[in-house]
């Protein structure tokens, strides 16, 4: 787990998945992210871990690699033989996750004042020139057009006439 990881994809990574592809635990517990699969882990027992990988096959790996979609866990824990092993490497990689997205999060306070100008931008008059005459001409035909047909559905004559 040595590559960086990109934001966007530690908070998908880090995210609960919907029920239906959730990971069923054979003590019948539905499990939709990593950190509910590593505290799950830690209360089952042997035999649980024994039950869901074992010689033939690795379920979680399997999980991991197409629903959650985290090939680098994946990999690292493909090889895990002691259910130990495997709640340490994926606590590790929560804990890595989550540290990766909360320095995300402080970037994100500092944009604030940056997104408050853009609305401060968008609340000016009009653009002067073609595009905003074009523009402010669409709205006034359009504010007509429904004057129009709300005139003509009140009526007696008008409703005739859509009737045609």
Known sequence: MKRKVPAALAKSILAK???????W????ENLRSLSALSAALQKADDEVFRYHVNRDKNDFEVWIREV?????????????KTKETLVRKITERVEE???IVKRIGVK???????????IKRKRRAPKSG????????????????????????????????LRR
Do not use: M
């Not at 994100?108 to 853009?118: H, N, Y």
């Not at 595009?131 to 004559?157: C, D, F, L, Q, V």
């Open 108 to 118: 994100k306070k500092s944009r604030k004042s940056r997104l408050k100008r853009q």
């Open 25 to 28: 635990l054979c003590t019948n």
């Open 68 to 80: 959650i979609k985290d090939k680098d866990l994946a990999r690292e824990i493909a090889r895990v």
């Open 130 to 161: 073609r595009r905003g005459r074009r523009a402010a001409r669409h709205r006034r035909a359009a504010k007509a057009a429904k004057k129009r047909i709300r005139r003509s559905k009140s009526t007696r004559a008008g409703r005739k006439r």
């Open 97 to 99: 996750l989550q540290a």
């Open 17 to 23: 998945v919907p029920f239906q592809i959730s990971f």
